[in-house]
């Protein structure tokens, strides 16, 4: 992906080195696959995100100052706890893979500017003070958090209302320019966007998708319902991204999930709680592998099939599923033909669903 080079598009009430954005941009594969968050360093994350949002038009289109979208960078930064995974660094990973989707999938064709707006905000902000712990573990532990959403999906509601806390600072509001009713829009979809990240609602997304793929008419930027489901297919997809990441990258990711996992496991083990990390959580591999199986796979599919040009990603991910298994890994680009894939026959689904049940009582 080349990168449009319009970082000048920064409204000039302060200064900003556009150069330095362009140049961390650049140094970082950040229009690319190969990019990884975890090698980057705080500052250059920043100047990463600024060249995201400068590129898709939007500094430009909706006239964001540059201290208003530094100041929003800055703060979102700062709403991420210091967890081993669920951190600044992974909205970053997530925000760059939603950008890339969005460049390379045509996704844009469906999607109108102001969808583009909401679904990058969410991104960046979908995990906003995460605590490093599951709703299992919320709702387990009666936290303050479960009091507060007993009606279900406890951190997604938690990480969307720090949003609108957020926002509310005018030193803050990258949508100050919007009219009352697209702002009203734009916080419903993110709403919308950022609840769909729970891990429960995964398996109706996907069947969902397939259902409408089905149909006889493509999906239509005309469509409001076509158009959020575009929008939740490339969050999810951006949200465990890491699995079609390059081999040693996903590895990476990986390692840092098992520490945070193993620390909820301590504090249940400490607290008296129901154990829900699954023994996988102590050998890396094996949780990648039936992640994969159960979870990205069917996702990964389904986003192939809507847009056929992200096969590649399908392709890394079974390298990567292969490598982890013990199987001879195969070059990606062959398709990762060593990786059988979970059968879609109806007879599996139910066996596919209560999986997916089981494995989300985790994330």
Not at 16 to 32: E, L, P, T
Not at 201 to 211: F, I, M, Y
């Amino acid at each position: 992906v080349a990168l449009n080079r319009n970082t000048n598009c920064l409204a000039p009430d302060i200064p900003v080195d556009s150069q330095a954005v362009d140049d961390a941009f650049v140094r970082f594969s950040a229009a690319s696959w190969h990019f990884c968050s975890l090698s980057v360093p705080n500052d250059s994350l920043v100047d990463i995100v600024v060249a995201m949002f400068c590129d898709l038009g939007l500094v430009k289109r909706y006239q964001i100052p540059s201290s208003v979208l530094r100041d929003f960078v800055h703060t979102v930064r700062d709403g991420y706890l210091d967890n081993p995974y669920h951190n600044f660094r992974h909205a970053v990973d997530v925000s760059q893979a939603c950008f890339m989707l969005l460049k390379e999938s045509g996704a844009q064709r469906i999607l109108r500017p102001l969808d583009t707006l909401a679904l990058m905000a969410a991104a960046l902000c979908h995990d906003l003070g995460h605590t490093g712990t599951t709703n299992a573990f919320h709702k387990n532990s009666h936290s303050e958090l479960a009091a507060q959403y007993p009606e279900g999906s406890i951190l997604e509601q938690h990480h969307f209302a720090t949003f609108s806390s957020l926002i509310k600072d005018m030193s803050n509001n990258i949508f100050f320019s919007l009219k009352e009713g697209e702002v009203a829009e734009v916080m419903a979809l993110m709403e919308e966007i950022i609840l769909a990240t729970d891990m429960m609602h995964h398996g109706k997304l996907v069947d969902s998708v397939k259902a409408r793929h089905q149909l006889s008419t493509p999906f239509s930027l005309s469509d409001e319902n076509d158009r959020k489901m575009v929008m939740m297919l490339l969050m999810k997809c951006s949200d465990i991204s890491n699995v079609v990441r390059p081999y040693h990258t996903a590895a990476q990711w990986t390692d840092v999930l098992r520490r945070e996992f193993l620390a909820q496991l301590a504090q249940e083990n400490a607290l008296g709680l129901p154990q829900t990390i699954p023994p996988a959580a102590s050998a890396p591999k094996g949780m990648t592998v039936g992640f994969i199986d159960f979870c990205a796979d069917p996702l990964f599919s389904t986003l192939v099939r809507v847009f056929p040009s992200m096969k590649s990603l399908l392709a890394h991910m079974r390298f990567n599923r292969a490598a982890d298994a013990g199987f001879p890994p195969v070059s990606a680009a062959s398709g990762g033909a060593a990786h059988v894939v979970v059968s879609d026959d109806s007879s599996l689904q139910a066996v596919r669903r209560s999986v997916i049940e089981r494995l989300s009582a985790t994330w």
